[in-house]
């Protein structure tokens, strides 16, 4: 018996390749996609919503969890998912933003503060708004299961998602992330869902969450021309009484020179907490 060989014309198999690879390199880069809803819209649409995928979004400060931002100041953006459902998903793609409040969830969205374009993690990529009309951080290709190999409990973890907050003024804004957990195969049988958190704009005087633990010395103060930072190992934030950020860093020896007269406060950031110093120039 002869043996038929069916071939698939380049047009038919260019569809194919679309169809199942549209996703794996973003769904805003490829198909204008704001999954995680920051705009409004329907998200992810050729992927199938399911809260069987769970999503919590954070901020973080060289590793630690905040609810509030310092203007001009360099967080990172994690997203987790799970699944919790029965359908086997070994692999996720996901997307963030970052708007003001207000407008928040509705085509009156507006970017707040920036977002990385550079120092992103392995297979990911910055999507301007030329694509889905918001800028977003999102995959441009599969990732792997974070634990587990797909089935109930499995998880999906993205982290080090860079965001600058952005002037002081700005107020509330919503932090938003979606996580498309998927089987590999195309968009049938995935399942994606999203997420929202909200972080006000903290003052320049907001000590709150001081963590008198860290052991630093700042000197001198009042200071003229050069101020020493000695005993601390982490990221240093300092603003003027107006919460402009004039300086962000790990320099140990911070030029003042320039400073207009007045006060100012050094925020000392790392895995232990928060330590905010005031310090007057003269």
Request: hydrophobic letters at 35%.
């Given at each position: 018996m002869?043996?038929?060989?069916?071939?698939l014309t380049p047009?038919?198999a260019?569809?194919l390749?679309?169809?199942?690879s549209?996703?794996s390199?973003?769904?805003a880069?490829?198909s204008g996609?704001?999954g995680?809803k920051?705009t409004?819209?329907?998200g992810?649409?050729?992927h199938a919503?399911s809260?069987a995928?769970t999503?919590?979004?954070?901020?973080d400060?060289a590793?630690?969890?905040?609810?509030s931002?310092?203007?001009g100041?360099a967080?990172?953006?994690?997203?987790?998912?799970?699944n919790t459902?029965?359908?086997?998903?070994?692999?996720?793609?996901?997307?963030?933003t970052?708007?003001?409040?207000s407008?928040?969830?509705t085509?009156?969205?507006?970017l707040?503060g920036?977002l990385g374009?550079?120092?992103?993690?392995?297979?990911?990529?910055?999507t301007?708004?030329?694509?889905?009309?918001i800028?977003?951080?999102?995959?441009s290709?599969?990732?792997n299961?974070t634990?587990?190999?797909?089935a109930?409990?499995t998880?999906?973890?993205?982290?080090g998602?860079?965001w600058?907050a952005?002037?002081a003024?700005?107020g509330?804004?919503?932090?938003?992330?979606?996580?498309?957990?998927?089987n590999?195969?195309?968009?049938?049988g995935?399942?994606w869902?999203?997420?929202?958190?909200t972080?006000?704009?903290?003052s320049?005087?907001?000590v709150?969450?001081i963590?008198?633990s860290i052991?630093?010395?700042v000197?001198p103060?009042?200071v003229?021309?050069?101020l020493?930072i000695?005993?601390?190992n982490g990221?240093i934030?300092?603003?003027?009484?107006?919460?402009?950020?004039?300086?962000?860093?790990?320099e140990?020896?911070?030029?003042?020179a320039?400073?207009?007269?007045g006060?100012?406060y050094i925020?000392?950031?790392n895995n232990?907490?928060?330590?905010t110093?005031?310090v007057?120039?003269q």
């Open positions: 002869m043996k038929k060989v069916f071939l047009v038919v260019g569809l390749y679309i169809t199942l549209s996703s390199a973003g769904g880069y490829n996609a704001d995680t920051a409004g819209g329907s992810c649409s050729c919503y809260t995928t999503v919590a979004v954070e901020l400060s590793g630690v969890a905040v609810t931002y310092h203007p100041m967080y990172t953006i994690k997203l987790t998912g799970t459902g029965t359908t086997s998903l070994p692999y996720f793609g996901f997307q963030t970052v708007v003001k409040a407008g928040a969830g085509s009156a969205a507006v707040a920036t374009t550079t120092g992103l993690p392995a297979a990911t990529r910055y301007s708004a030329a694509s889905c009309g800028d977003v951080i999102e995959h290709g599969r990732h299961a634990t587990g190999t797909g109930t409990g998880t999906y973890v993205i982290s998602l860079p600058t952005p002037a003024g700005t509330t804004v919503k932090v938003y992330g979606c996580i498309n957990a998927v590999g195969s195309g968009s049938g995935d399942h869902n999203n997420n929202s958190i972080v006000t704009e903290a320049a005087t907001d709150a969450t963590n008198n052991n630093v010395n000197y103060n009042p003229v021309n050069t020493n000695s005993g601390f990221n934030l300092i603003y003027d009484v107006n919460g402009k950020s004039i300086y962000s860093g790990n140990t020896a911070i030029n003042a320039g400073w207009s007269a006060m100012y925020v000392l950031r232990d907490g928060t330590k110093i005031p007057v120039k």
